[in-house]
C-alpha cells in the first residue's frame, strides 16, 4: 500500500510542480496538464492493481482509474483552436473528476475503516477533492486562477500521499 501511494505522490508532486513553474495558466497548459495527471494515475493504479494481487484496495480503485483514465483522454483530445470550449471543458473535467474521485476515496476510506491510518488518509484525499470540485462548481473562476487551484491541489495531495507513504508501518 505504501508503494502505491509513493507513485501516486509522485504523480501528484510532477504534475503540481509542472502547473505551477509554467508561466502561462492558459486553458491550454491546464489541459495537457489534466491530460497528463488523467492518464499517469490511471497507468499508476493498474500497474499498482498488477503488483499487489491480493490488496482489494487496488480492484476496488478500478473506477477511479476509468475514470481518471477518461477524463486524462478527453483532456488531450479537446481542440487546440477555441480558448473559451478549452477553459469550459477544463473546468467541467476538473470539477466532474474531483467531485467523483472525492465520492470514491470517501467510499474506499470508509471501507477501509476510518479509525485506520489507511481510512484516515483517504479521507483527507476525499475531502480535498471534494473540496476541488465544490470549487470549480460554486465559484465563478476565471482560468487562471482555475489552474492555479487544480496546481494547488495537486501538490497538497501529493505531499499528504509522500509523507503517507514514507510513514512507518506500525
Known amino acids: 500500500m505504501q508503494k502505491v501511494l509513493g ?8 504534475v503540481g510542480l509542472f502547473i505551477t513553474f509554467t508561466q502561462s495558466h492558459s486553458a491550454s ?8 495527471f488523467g ?6 493504479n493498474i500497474a499498482a492493481t498488477i503488483w499487489e494481487k491480493r490488496n482489494y484496495l487496488s480492484v476496488e480503485s478500478l ?15 479537446i481542440p487546440q483552436a477555441d480558448p473559451t ?4 471543458a477544463f473546468v467541467y473535467l476538473v470539477s466532474g473528476w474531483a467531485v467523483v474521485a472525492g465520492a470514491l476515496e470517501l467510499y474506499l476510506a470508509n471501507r477501509s475503516g476510518f479509525r485506520t491510518r489507511a ?3 483517504g479521507l483527507i484525499t476525499a475531502v480535498l477533492g471534494l473540496a476541488l470540485g465544490l470549487l470549480f462548481l460554486i465559484t465563478p473562476l476565471d482560468i487562471v486562477s ?9 501538490v497538497i495531495c501529493g505531499v499528504h500521499l509522500g509523507i503517507a507513504a514514507l510513514t512507518p508501518q506500525k
Do not use: H
Open 85 to 88: 470550449a478549452q477553459a469550459l
Open 7 to 14: 507513485v501516486r505522490a509522485l504523480i501528484f508532486v510532477a
Open 146 to 154: 482555475a489552474v492555479g487551484f487544480f496546481g494547488a491541489y495537486l
Open 63 to 77: 473506477p477511479l482509474t476509468l475514470i481518471s483514465l477518461a477524463v486524462g483522454l478527453f483532456a488531450a483530445l
Open 39 to 44: 492518464i499517469g494515475l490511471a497507468v499508476a
Open 119 to 121: 481510512g484516515k488518509d
Open 29 to 36: 497548459t491546464g489541459l495537457f496538464a489534466l491530460a497528463i
